[in-house]
């Protein structure tokens, strides 16, 4: 069955500092891996994806992914984060199978002045 | 382009009340989906239209679930009786094509209360 989970329930970093946010997956074949964000009082906002290619995808708002296949990773990343980064992150996989999306339990990014 | 939009964004009903949560897709998008999010869990599939069919409603907890998408348009999702493990927030998404790499557009959700 394909999974994802994120460690981290709390991610806290300083503003300018960078930021990760943690995501792995597991499912058989190749991966259709999504991040989204939730901004309080809002709908989850799609950030980034990979299919194929490239194993670094750069999406919204700075944010960029490295994809690792033999780590089976899917981190979110950002060189130097702001407040109004602030927000719930959500890593997801497409079921190939179903063409669900299947997400993880999400990450809380606090980012301090 | 509006984007797809839920009413109420908020609901708080007793147990055993019926609720019913709404989802206007963005114009054009044959694909529906709603899901759900308990406190602190994950985001959980409940079902998926293609137009006006239920291409797949594996995830429906139960038979007090009842979603409908009458003319393709929007899309109702009816809980009754509800129970306090409905709460959460309910999302409703929708895609033009059913393209395995294309992302899904996401309402703002519906913070579902039963007490």
């Known amino acids: 069955a394909q999974s994802v989970a994120q460690p981290e329930d709390q991610v806290n970093v300083a503003e300018g500092n960078p930021l990760t946010v943690k995501c792995t997956y597991s499912v058989s074949g190749n991966p259709y891996l999504f991040w989204y964000v939730q901004y309080p009082n809002r709908g989850l906002q799609f950030l980034l994806k990979y299919i194929t290619g490239d194993n670094l995808v750069k999406g919204s708002y700075g944010f960029e992914a490295e994809f690792n296949k033999s780590q089976t990773s899917f981190h979110l990343k950002k060189p130097s984060a702001l407040v109004s980064d602030s927000a719930l992150y959500f890593c997801a996989v497409r079921d190939i199978q179903t063409d669900k999306l299947i997400f993880g339990t999400g990450t809380r990014l606090q980012v301090f002045p | 382009e509006a984007g797809v939009t839920q009413f109420p964004s908020h609901s708080v009903i007793e147990k055993g009340q019926t609720v019913t949560l709404r989802c206007d897709p963005i114009s054009g998008h044959d694909n529906l989906y709603w899901y759900r999010r308990v406190m602190g869990k994950e985001i959980k599939f409940l079902l998926h239209?293609?137009?006006?069919?239920?291409?797949?409603e594996s995830g429906m907890p139960n038979n007090r679930f009842l979603a409908e998408r009458t003319g393709g348009t929007y899309s109702t999702l009816k809980v009754q009786p509800a129970e306090l493990e409905d709460s959460g927030v309910y999302f409703c998404?929708?895609?033009?094509?059913?393209?395995?790499?294309?992302?899904?557009?996401f309402g703002n959700g519906t913070r579902l209360t039963v007490t």
């Open positions: 998404a929708s895609s033009q094509e059913r393209v395995k790499g294309s992302p899904l557009h």
């Open positions: 239209f293609v137009k006006e069919s239920k291409q797949d």
